[in-house]
């Protein structure tokens, strides 16, 4: 009886390893999907941008300067969130102190950065993205842009972190984007609508004579607050 008392503990230990192993393999299969999506969909070029998202403890990134289209199950590649590698041989994005002060500081589990190129364009012109759709208001609010730091810089992080005070997205001056979600998809969808807003106002900024119309205060809050209850509730 004390034997098989004894044994229980070392056969769940293996039973949990198996499903969290399971876990990872499902989110990183995802992690490279969404990477490669970001390619497709012409939100950055080449190795640019980068994706992760957490498994418990254990965040899976992109490493960096491999083309997504080259990544296999292979090349899972995780992080504890204090930054320490625990899995794979290739090295995490240069981007990681941006995705792990999100993880930190925020319920995030999954992060995308991209070089969308109207939101970097925006962010060299202005602050803050004017509110020219109710869809900010699905970002938490007008979206800030973070003052300008060294690609993969603990400075570029923390300028990140003031500039999504409250937000879900933000943008890199002369850099790009950075959005958050509970989910690989909601991180993904948030990133492209940062981007379509910002073509949608430099293309209505672009009318000689003409100014675009802004939303104001008052209208975000209330779209933001209808827009929470957004979708099939599942």
Not at 92 to 99: D, I, K, Q, R
Not at 211 to 218: A, C, D, I
Request: aromatic share 4%; hydrophobic share 40%; proline share 4%.
């Amino acid at each position: 009886m004390s034997e098989q008392r004894g044994g229980e503990p070392g056969a769940k230990a293996e039973h949990d390893e198996r499903e969290a192993a399971k876990a990872r393999a499902l989110a990183w299969d995802q992690l490279v999907a969404t990477a490669r999506r970001t390619v497709s969909d012409g939100l950055v070029v080449g190795t640019s941008g980068n994706v992760s998202v957490r498994v418990g403890d254990t965040v899976l990134v992109t490493p960096t300067g491999v083309p997504y289209d080259r990544l296999s199950a292979d090349d899972i590649t995780g992080v504890a969130l204090d930054g320490r590698q625990v899995l794979g041989a290739l090295l995490p994005t240069s981007e990681l102190p941006m995705h792990l002060a999100v993880y930190r500081a925020t319920d995030a589990r999954a992060v995308v950065h991209t070089h969308a190129v109207h939101a970097t364009a925006v962010s060299t012109l202005v602050e803050e993205l004017p509110p020219i759709h109710y869809l900010s208001g699905a970002l938490g609010g007008a979206v800030r842009v973070a003052p300008y730091a060294t690609y993969g810089s603990q400075e570029l992080a923390e300028n990140m972190l003031r500039a999504l005070s409250g937000r879900t997205a933000c943008l890199l001056r002369n850099h790009g984007t950075l959005s958050y979600g509970d989910t690989l998809d909601r991180a993904y969808d948030r990133t492209a609508q940062l981007e379509w807003m910002c073509r949608l106002w430099l293309t209505a900024s672009s009318i000689p004579g003409l100014t675009p119309s802004l939303l104001t205060e008052e209208q975000m809050a209330d779209a933001a607050l209808k827009l929470r209850g957004y979708g099939q509730g599942r």
